[in-house]
């Protein structure tokens, strides 16, 4: 798309990755002007990041995607062992959890390749009149109280009241503000990951490929749902120079398992990745904001990465709708690092803990127990309060046969007043404030100045 001369917006958002598509779908349907800007000419290929939490899911119901979602993708298979040639056994890559555990319709990850859930969110930006400008790469960023000037390699220029970092780990914004970013190499040994066809291997399984006799090395071939392609993954010995080539890709295949080079019929993207972790220092410098990998970098193990990158983007974009629209203060964007930053920290532990083998993938990867009881947003003024505390996100739960999901879906607040307390929920479907009655609710919008009654009340009991 060309852009006119002197473009205008109010959010610029850098990087067409699921952490920037999300945020512009929140955005649009708030009916805030934002840009989306890409500096590849069309979305990024490759199967990446492929497991979507169930509190991702949450979210993305909420954005309206969840049925695209589901229509695309599959549940993870149950993982095959082999030894010599022959399957000896199987691996459960997932803690069984129950039904009911933590008030949610889903109990494990949805597989989704990267490449097709970006589609989707972009389908949704484009349904709600957003757009991605594609072939923009920038070059420099400036800011003054006003607002952002972003400067990329055409010459074009594009002036925002806010802009967001959403442009990866290497993100050209975060080096241009000058924030570092503190981590550590997660692992000595480089990966190849790469898409690949291999008709002749179980698309039932999970193929895992334990280092041997014979074999230099691990791998693994999981089926992509919703396709015909496996994802491989390889791992090399620490210093080797890997090759993404198709050749490469086939060699690694035949080096680590019993199949032939020939076997693999398709290479499509493939990538070397050196697992780290890494958390940027801050989140925010004046009027940018950073999300997703530009603002923390994860070890893929744990599906934790772009989960907690979509989680930035739904926490960052009520609170930038509601300050563009009038209807709170500035100072409630002071809040998005408070409350995320903790969070990355926190999740990047646990990545890095269950590649290290020191953690399971169990409840704490379902992201679902993510709060903010800390916040400066989180009030809490009951003297006993039960399961459900300011800060926590509301269980999906049915209550007098009402879903308390339909009446919290849409980008407003809303007050419930349930058997144990009345709770202001944010947007973004996390407990603001909780009391014994609906009395001080309206004094706890005064203080943090926000100017909108709850859209929808829901009144009932637990059952």
């Known amino acids: 798309m060309n852009l006119p001369q002197n473009t205008s917006v109010d959010v610029l958002i850098v990087g067409a990755g699921p952490t920037g598509l999300a945020l512009g779908i929140d ?3 708030r009916g805030v002007d934002a840009l989306v800007v890409e500096r ?3 979305l990024a290929a490759g199967s990446r990041g492929k497991g979507l939490q169930p509190r991702t899911l949450e979210v993305y119901e909420d954005l309206g995607v969840l049925d695209a979602i589901l229509d695309a993708g599959g549940p993870y298979p149950v993982g095959a062992l082999w030894t010599d040639g022959r399957q000896t056994g199987e691996h459960r890559l997932f803690d069984p959890v129950e039904e009911s555990e933590e008030g949610c319709r889903f109990t494990v990850p949805w597989m989704v390749p990267q490449w097709r859930n970006q589609e989707i969110l972009r389908a949704r930006l484009e349904e709600l009149g957003g757009t991605v400008a594609f072939g923009r790469e920038l070059v ?12 990329f390699a055409s010459g074009e220029q594009i002036r925002a009241r806010y802009a967001v970092a959403a442009d ?19 692992d000595p040994d480089p990966l190849l990951v790469a898409d690949v066809r291999v008709p002749a291997l179980d698309r ?10 014979g074999s230099p090395g691990y791998a693994s071939l999981c089926p992509l749902a919703g396709t015909r392609d496996f994802q491989l993954v390889a791992r090399f010995p620490a210093g080797t120079e890997i090759d993404p080539s198709p050749a490469g890709v086939r060699a690694a295949v035949a080096e680590r398992t019993h199949l032939a080079a020939e076997d693999v019929t398709e290479v499509g993207w493939s990538s070397d990745f050196r697992p780290r972790a890494a958390l940027a220092d801050r989140f925010r410098q004046g009027r940018v904001f950073l999300a997703g990998d530009a603002a923390h970098i994860h070890s893929p193990a744990g599906g934790q990465g772009l989960n907690t990158s979509v989680q930035d983007a739904y926490n960052l974009g009520w609170k930038l709708g509601a300050v563009l629209g009038g209807r709170a203060p500035h100072t409630l964007l002071d809040t ?26 169990g409840a704490g990867t379902r992201q679902l127990g993510l709060h903010y009881r800390e916040s400066s947003l989180s009030e809490e003024t009951r003297p006993a309060p039960g399961a459900l505390r300011a800060g926590d996100r509301v269980p999906d739960l ?11 879906r849409g980008p407003h607040w809303t007050l419930l007043t349930l058997d144990d307390g009345a709770f202001l929920v944010r947007p973004d479907g996390h407990v603001g404030w909780a009391g014994e009655s609906e009395t001080g609710a309206a004094a706890y919008r005064e203080r943090l100045g926000v100017r909108e009654e709850p859209s929808l009340r829901a009144v009932a009991r637990r059952v």
């Open 140 to 151: 420099g960023v400036d800011q003054d109280g006003e607002g952002v000037t972003a400067h």
């Open 336 to 361: 998005y690092e408070e409350e995320r930053r903790p969070v990355a920290e926190h999740v990047l532990g646990l990545s890095t803990a269950i590649h290290r083998d020191q953690a399971r993938r």
């Open 204 to 213: 039932n399984r999970w193929h895992v490929f334990p280092p041997g006799a």
């Open 40 to 42: 590849g000419a069309a």
């Open 27 to 29: 955005l649009a349907r």
């Open 398 to 408: 049915t209550v007098d046969g009402v879903r308390l999901f339909d009446r919290l």
């Open 168 to 186: 990866g780990g290497r993100s050209t914004v975060r080096r241009a503000l000058g924030i570092a970013m503190t981590g550590e190499t997660v």
